[in-house]
């Protein structure tokens, strides 16, 4: 019974979001845009899980040096988090959800199943693309610095979302109803980002130890090295009341 309720269900959620393409008209996306899809996914999701994992561990991320390109800057500012976790976290699920649908995204496959598959990653490349626009607005105009690795997620997330746009592979009305769940669901998660209160902050100086010179060493000698022994202080003088006569 649970598994007839599902598959009337599935079969029938296209239609409930006015689908422009029935199940019986619907042609899937060809093999080469279909997994061209898949290796960008897949790009994505190990760039997002590599930061995900060591934002989860604290650690740096490799091959960022200082200057504009400062990983670090970024991932500790405070638009690097939502909801006191790492945005790689959800970014990472997103990504995972989105290759999981492009996996079962096979022609062969029932019609219904196609379109709940293609209706998932319309959601889901939309919202990618959405993201991007917002984080790498913030690292441009806010922190003002950059992450590679950010910035090749974020690219990857665009790279979906003008896919999705240039197919519609479910015509263009039901791909710009989806749209607006897209756009709600980036909303929450900037107003999360917003209205959280912005984490204290700290300024790390280092200052250069200056050099002590030996002043009794003449110029252009080297002192004779110190012993690591203490110095003993000297003994202490005794003074005794003059004696009456």
């Known amino acids: ?22 199940a019986g008209s619907f042609a899937a996306p060809s093999h080469l845009f279909t997994w061209t899809l898949r290796i960008v996914c897949s790009l994505a999701l190990c760039i997002t899980g590599y930061l995900a994992f060591t934002a989860l561990r604290m650690e740096d991320v490799a091959g960022c040096s200082g200057g504009f390109w400062d990983c670090s800057h970024v991932l500790h500012s405070r638009w690097s988090k939502v909801w006191a976790l790492p945005v790689s976290v959800p970014a990472f699920a997103l990504y995972a959800v989105l290759l999981a649908a492009l996996a079962v995204c096979r022609q062969s496959g029932p019609r219904s199943r196609l379109l ?44 979906l979302f003008l896919a999705i746009l240039w197919k519609t592979p479910l015509g263009a009305r039901t791909t710009a109803k989806l749209s607006g769940v ?64």
């Open 182 to 245: 897209s756009i709600l669901g980036v909303s929450t998660l900037v107003a999360a980002q917003v209205f959280s209160a912005a984490p204290p902050t700290y300024k790390i100086e280092h200052f250069p130890t200056p050099a002590v010179k030996n002043a009794s060493a003449p110029a252009g000698t080297n002192s004779a090295p110190k012993s690591n022994r203490p110095e003993k202080s000297p003994a202490p003088e005794v003074f005794e009341p003059p004696s009456g006569g």
């Open 116 to 159: 709940f598959a293609w209706g998932t990653i319309t959601v889901g490349a939309i919202a990618a693309g959405v993201a991007a626009f917002w984080f790498a607005g913030l690292q441009i105009f806010s922190v003002r610095h950059l992450c590679p690795y950010c910035m090749a997620a974020h690219a990857c997330g665009l790279a």
């Open 1 to 22: 019974m649970a598994g007839t309720s599902f598959e009337t269900i599935w079969a029938h959620w296209p239609r409930s979001l006015g689908f422009s393409r029935t």
